[in-house]
């Protein structure tokens, strides 16, 4: 037996949906890992907070890592939602022999929805904080333009807004909406899966 071809080993890894689904646990793993220097940003925030504004001081650089851990969030929040695209899209995979656009941009909030997760308005406005992150703000120091649409958020009524770019409970926050994200995914793939076993013990006829 001849080993399989470099596209069909691609195509096979692509339409393998706890391919995207441990990527995602992969990368929430990276981010955890990040926790501590997030907590450590914010308690040097509020000790530098409590000093005399008259006396002139020279801190050194400490690293922010606010950025990056929004960005790895919201890279594996897109891994968990597109493990369920998939399913919808495999035969694009197959037919193209390259991921579909829609799996390699970051439009975060347009996924969610996409997957069906329900999201209040709070969650919205977390959705794209963490897209902002994961276009440009965790890893460039500017986005690609000055207009950039991360740059605004637009709220149920029309309204646009900045959002905030940070938040000190942000690791409470992504970790919420993860957790629900999470759950949302496993009990869609299981339905899925058993509506395929379903289909598979009891065909339907032809006419």
Same mark, same amino acid.
């Given at each position: 037996m001849e080993p399989p071809s470099q596209t069909e080993s691609f195509a096979d890894k692509a339409v393998d949906e706890d391919g995207w689904f441990?990527?995602?646990?992969d990368l929430l793993a990276a981010a955890k890992a #990040?926790?501590?220097?997030?907590?450590?940003?914010?308690?040097?925030?509020?000790?530098?907070?409590? #000093?005399?504004?008259?006396?002139?001081?020279?801190?050194?650089? /400490?690293?922010?890592?606010?950025?990056?851990?929004?960005m790895l969030t919201a890279y594996a929040i897109e891994n968990f939602c597109k493990a369920v695209v998939m399913c919808d899209s495999w035969w694009l995979i197959f037919e193209k022999k390259e #991921?579909?656009?829609?799996?390699?941009?970051?439009?975060l909030l347009e996924l969610l929805k996409r997957v069906g997760i329900p999201l209040s308005s709070e969650d919205? /406005? #977390? !959705?794209?904080?963490?897209?902002?992150? !994961?276009?440009?703000a965790g890893r460039y120091p500017v986005p690609t333009h000055p207009a950039h649409r991360t740059l605004y958020f637009t709220r149920a009524r029309g309204e646009k807004v900045v959002p905030s770019w940070h938040r000190e409970d942000d690791v409470k926050l992504a970790k919420?909406?993860?957790?629900?994200?999470?759950?949302?995914?496993?009990?869609?793939?299981? !339905?899925?899966?058993?509506a395929?076993?379903?289909?598979?013990?009891h065909p339907r006829s032809e006419d």
């Open positions: 441990f990527t995602a646990e #990040l926790e501590p220097a997030m907590e450590g940003y914010w308690r040097l925030q509020r000790e530098r907070a409590q #000093l005399e504004d008259s006396e002139f001081r020279v801190f050194d650089y /400490e690293p922010d890592v606010r950025g990056p851990y929004l #991921l579909p656009r829609k799996f390699t941009k970051h439009d919205e /406005e #977390l !959705a794209f904080r963490l897209e902002r992150s !994961a276009v440009w919420d909406l993860v957790e629900r994200v999470r759950d949302f995914v496993v009990k869609e793939l299981e !339905a899925r899966h058993q395929e076993i379903n289909r598979a013990l």
